[in-house]
């Protein structure tokens, strides 16, 4: 019912209610990017753009699914576009820096992990855990960090991700298993 | 503890990290931020929407009646030329096969000129 009065403020372009709706659910939104971008800045720019998306298009929003739930699939769909196009970039760097002068080139930067406990030991792990995550098929990483991370039930990401919750719960799987075997990998090369 | 038995604990350990990523805090500028890209986005579609207005649609406009009037002269001439261009070839044809007048006629009735 509020969700009702507020989309229907949203949809006369009422600003009250857009700042209703960004108080409500922009620190979900946020971390929702930054599991997926696992770097601060990065994450608040998609925020801003998932917002923007959200107040541009709430016209054609028909009330199919919960308002909170395609704002996530917003989020999900921004970040998962964002690390192509860094993906894209990176592969350029380094067809560039295989082409040019080498005293020119830069290196392509590593993946930017932005947590605050990048020193510690469970810091290191969350990172060599977010590179395992990386190499995972996209529809696998979204199920596991939507559900793992934000704590979504299987029916809510089944949701966001349009599928079933069957599927859902064979993509989780897939992607715990995948993630067991490239972190054995590592551990296999770095433990004497 | 043999070597997989570590490897194992390893691997459970960094699943488990997950858990103790630290929450971000919303960032208390964002609404500000929305409101004014918001604006610049409002007021570049009002500026483009009067561009589109107020110029680019008559000078449409005024391009698809100049189309259509050089169309309609092209047509007309090339009407013209080409009846010129049938008798140019019915005069060729005849002095090529020694055709006589009556000859003549009867073929400009057949083809209908």
Redesign the interface.
């Known amino acids: 019912m509020i969700d009702e009065n507020l989309i229907n403020n949203l949809k006369k372009g009422d600003?009250h209610a857009?700042?209703v709706l960004?108080?409500g659910h922009?620190?979900k939104v946020?971390?929702t990017c930054?599991?997926f971008v696992n770097n601060?800045e990065d994450?608040?720019d998609l925020?801003?753009e998932v917002?923007?998306e959200v107040?541009?298009s709430i016209s054609r929003f028909r009330g199919d699914s919960k308002l909170s739930t395609w704002i996530y699939r917003i989020a999900m769909t921004k970040s998962l576009d964002f690390l192509r196009k860094q993906k894209r970039q990176k592969r350029f760097g380094i067809m560039k820096n295989i082409f040019s002068d080498p005293a020119e080139g830069k290196e392509p930067s590593a993946a930017n992990y932005d947590?605050?406990?990048k020193l510690t030991e469970?810091g290191e792990?969350?990172k060599?855990?977010n590179e395992a995550l990386e190499k995972l098929p996209e529809n696998q990483r979204a199920a596991f960090t939507l559900s793992?991370?934000e704590e979504m039930s299987y029916a809510e990401v089944a949701e966001i991700l349009k599928t079933s919750v069957s599927a859902v719960d064979a993509l989780i799987q897939r992607a715990?298993n995948n993630?067991?075997k490239r972190?054995?990998g590592y551990?296999?090369k770095n433990?004497l | 503890m043999n070597r997989e038995e570590k490897i194992r604990e390893e691997i459970e350990k960094t699943l488990n990290a997950s858990d103790k990523i630290d929450e971000l805090e919303a960032n208390p500028f964002l609404f500000t931020r929305l409101k004014s890209e918001i604006e610049r986005l409002e007021n570049t579609e009002n500026k483009s929407s009067a561009i589109s207005n107020g110029i680019l649609k008559p000078v449409a406009l005024l391009f698809f009646v100049l189309l259509n009037i050089f169309s309609s002269f092209y047509i007309v001439n090339s009407n013209s030329q080409s009846t010129v261009t049938k008798q140019t070839y019915l005069s060729a044809i005849s002095s090529e096969y020694n055709l006589n007048q009556t000859y003549n006629s009867q073929l400009n009735k057949l083809i209908g000129e």
């Open positions: 600003l857009f700042k960004v108080d922009q620190k946020l971390n930054y599991r601060r994450a608040e925020t801003q917002f923007i107040y541009k947590n605050p406990g469970t792990r969350i060599i855990l793992k991370y715990k993630l067991k972190l054995a551990y296999e433990i």
